[in-house]
């Protein structure tokens, strides 16, 4: 299930590598410049290193598909422990502080939401309280003990539809909800735990780029539809001055965040402040937003909802916190297992490939990382991840995991730039992380910050929502190639495969993203929503039959995959 299907493939790939690195050497030793051209760097990496150079042991691909016990969670967590003290001493800089108050709303505001839709899908058994203290308590967690701290967990819209099925299921079977709940959070915590000891995270590396920009497209529409319907839905039940009203807080929290953001590539100001408006920048349009609320309920009287914040510490129910366990009948704590295999496949795709993309190497991240290898903290996270369901489970709080549009948005907060806008580092550190996930525990625990986030207005959130998708989508070839679709080809950009890869091949591959794009799209909006992690899943043995199809020429598909 969880790409297994690929492990006889990759093993008898890995046995006929030997006999085929002498003619692929041979091969390219007398290619034409324009097939040097054609020459992906991918490519190029599978030339014997024993042929050029001594053997390189961090090369991802060298790694077993399953490692010894513990293996790889040992690894990760030694090739980090060196760097625990300067990850909290280097987060005392100005964009790490910056990052902080914007990933504190960009986190916030998918609490509460998901926690109304919770309590919804659970019938109050899950609510907002408990998605909050999820966040606050797993979040410290794992930003204090992860080895790739960089990451943001948090609720998802798949595990949310995923838990909804399972209430379902519970009043199909006149199964008490919260036990299930927690008896198929058990058993995931387990098989996530087995996955972590054996290092099943390897699979990860046979993953390419057309599986992350779809994932990545994904989130980002996700977040995008979300604040457009919210939105968009004032205008059929709320007062048009409220809906106006309403649309201009979140147009302004959008604009203000997307223009500061580009501020560090004009000749505005000195770099300083150039730099210090653009990390503040989310920050500064939620403000803004909320100023134009504030002022249009002093001089006209209209009002906007706020955040729904709970007003006092305790579950949705008033139940106890420790699940009772035995009140699930025997029968059925054994069949809760059958679920939990869905769960896991769902939390597994959805912490890899985010840690994927957070480890991309154009965010030249270094601490504890070998060159290349997108592997690196995997194995350790997942073993995290594992304990934190484990917990979550015995207190009835909702399953988190890594984050992909949060984790991204985190990564590129704290960021350094040059005068391009093009990435040269990042702050690598688990500070932001951490101070800002007991902020979210401070809303729930203290009066003041309540009080605090009343005056911010919903709208002005929704926004914020808007700028984490459509931020994400720069950078993104898949959509680069989307656009290019409609763009005149005499003036469109010059990419990277311009040139070197006809149109044709390009619009092919394009267009099968789409595709897989749309049905991953209708299957988690459909019935079948808990079936969408095994559309994930076959991402990759579709890009395997592309390859082996020449549907699309295989060095044109190499060309256009490459990392």
């Known amino acids: 299930m969880k790409l297994l299907t690929l492990a006889g493939l990759i093993l008898f790939v890995e046995y006929c590598e030997a006999f085929q690195s002498a003619s692929r050497l041979s091969v390219r030793l007398h290619r034409t410049p324009y097939q040097s051209r054609l020459c992906s760097t991918?490519?190029?990496?599978?030339?014997?290193?024993?042929?050029?150079?001594?053997?390189?042991?961090?090369?991802?691909a060298r790694e077993p598909l399953l490692e010894d016990l513990g293996h790889g969670v040992r690894r990760d967590f030694a090739a980090r422990l060196p760097y625990w003290k300067s990850d909290f001493t280097d987060g005392f800089q100005l964009?790490?502080?910056?990052?902080?108050?914007?990933?504190?709303?960009a986190c916030l505001a998918p609490a509460v939401g998901f926690g109304g839709l919770y309590a919804v899908a659970s019938n109050s058994a899950i609510g907002t309280v408990e998605m909050?203290?999820?966040?606050?308590?797993?979040?410290?967690?794992?930003?204090?003990?992860?080895?790739?701290?960089?990451?943001?967990i948090g609720g998802t819209g798949p595990v949310l539809a995923f838990v909804a099925c399972l209430a379902q299921m519970a009043d199909m079977y006149k199964l008490p909800f919260l036990p299930l709940y927690a008896w198929t959070g058990l058993w995931t915590s387990a098989i996530l735990f087995v996955s972590a000891m054996t290092s099943a995270s390897n699979l990860v590396k046979y993953l390419t780029r057309f599986t992350d920009e779809i994932f990545s497209v994904l989130i980002s529409v996700i977040f995008l539809f979300e604040a457009c319907s919210n939105i968009a839905g004032t205008f059929s039940s709320a007062p048009l001055v409220q809906a106006l009203l309403t649309l201009v807080c979140a147009s302004t929290t959008y604009t203000i965040s997307t223009r500061l953001q580009g501020l560090r590539r004009t000749a505005y100001f000195n770099k300083p402040v150039r730099n210090t408006i653009s990390n503040f920048a989310p920050t500064i349009g939620v403000v803004v937003a909320a100023w134009l609320a504030r002022a249009a309920r002093l001089s006209h009287g209209v009002t906007l909802p706020a955040l729904a914040i709970p007003s006092q510490f305790g579950t949705t129910t008033g139940r106890p916190w420790l699940i009772p366990l035995l009140d699930l009948p025997v029968w059925a704590r054994w069949a809760s297992f059958l679920p939990a295999l869905m769960a896991t496949v769902l939390l597994f795709l959805d912490q890899n490939i985010t840690v994927r993309l957070v480890n991309n190497s154009k965010y030249n991240m270094t601490k504890g990382r070998r060159p290349g290898n997108v592997l690196d903290g995997m194995h350790a996270d997942m073993l995290v991840i594992s304990l934190l369901t484990a917990l979550q489970s015995l207190f009835g709080l909702p399953w988190l995991v890594a984050a992909t549009v949060r984790s991204v948005s985190h990564?590129?907060?704290?960021?350094?730039?040059?005068?391009?806008?093009?990435?040269?580092?990042?702050?690598?550190?688990?500070?932001?992380?951490?101070?800002?996930?007991?902020?979210?525990?401070?809303?729930?625990?203290?009066?003041?910050?309540?009080?605090?986030?009343?005056?911010?207005?919903?709208?002005?959130?929704?926004?914020?929502?808007?700028y984490l998708g459509a931020s994400s989508l720069p950078g993104n070839e898949f959509w680069e190639r989307f656009k290019g679709l409609f763009k005149e080809k005499a003036t469109a950009v010059k990419e990277r495969w311009t040139g070197v890869v006809p149109q044709s091949s390009v619009r092919k591959l394009t267009?099968?993203?789409?595709?897989?794009?749309?049905?991953?799209?209708?299957?988690?909006e459909s019935p079948a929503g808990v079936f969408f992690p095994i559309i994930i899943a076959m991402l990759a043995p579709l890009r395997f039959a592309m390859d082996r199809s020449g549907f699309i020429p295989k060095h044109h598909l190499n060309i256009l995959d490459e990392e």
């Not at 267009?511 to 988690?524: D, E």
Request: hydrophobic share 55%.
């Open 95 to 105: 964009p790490c502080l910056a990052a902080t108050f914007f990933m504190f709303f």
């Open 132 to 152: 909050i203290t999820s966040t606050a308590v797993s979040g410290v967690l794992f930003a204090l003990t992860a080895a790739q701290p960089m990451t943001i």
């Open 411 to 466: 990564v590129k907060a704290c960021a350094k730039y040059d005068d391009d806008g093009k990435v040269v580092g990042t702050i690598e550190q688990r500070l932001t992380g951490a101070l800002m996930h007991a902020g979210i525990g401070c809303c729930v625990l203290l009066k003041q910050p309540r009080q605090w986030l009343s005056l911010i207005p919903k709208p002005a959130l929704m926004g914020l929502f808007l």
């Open 42 to 60: 991918a490519e190029k990496a599978q030339i014997p290193v024993d042929a050029i150079a001594l053997p390189d042991s961090s090369t991802p």
């Open 511 to 524: 267009v099968v993203q789409l595709a897989c794009l749309a049905a991953m799209i209708w299957v988690k």
